[in-house]
Nanobody, 125 residues
Framework: QVQLVESGGGLVQAGGSLRLSCAAS????????MGWFRQASGKERDFVAH????????YYADSVKSRFTISREDAKNTVSLQTNDLNPGDTAVYYC??????????????????WGRGTQITVSS
């Protein structure tokens, strides 16, 4: 079993930054890839960013590319998401996700088998 705990959310003004962290515990050696998703109130959970452990390749949603950066520290079993130039459209609960399988894609929720409880980012205008 793998457990994920997110931290770092909060309230920020438009144009500001926040750094989210996701700490993995349990059978972390089984994790193949990790990602961040977000879910705004009343909307579906959307892909934000992905990183493949050990290899380090990354992939971003177009809406956050050049503003958000995903990074990993495999030795510490953590994945971070640096969010810059935030706008009210980024307001959502941000979820960390992990997959223990090799998947064809990386942007669908079905490709991840473990989820954290989420951390809220609220961006005021």
């Amino acid at each position: 079993q793998v457990q994920l705990v997110e931290s770092g959310g909060g309230l920020v003004q438009a144009g500001g930054s926040l750094r989210l962290s996701c700490a993995a515990s349990g059978r972390t050696s089984s994790i193949y890839q990790m990602g961040w998703f977000r879910q705004a109130s009343g909307k579906e959970r959307d892909f934000v960013a992905h990183v493949r452990r050990h290899i380090g390749t990354t992939y971003y949603a177009d809406s956050v590319k050049s503003r958000f950066t995903i990074s990993r520290e495999d030795a510490k079993n953590t994945v971070s998401l640096q969010t810059n130039d935030l706008n009210p459209g980024d307001t959502a609960v941000y979820y960390c996700a992990a997959s223990r399988s090799i998947t064809v894609g990386v942007a669908a929720t079905r490709e991840y088998d473990t989820w954290g409880r989420g951390t809220q980012i609220t961006v005021s205008s």
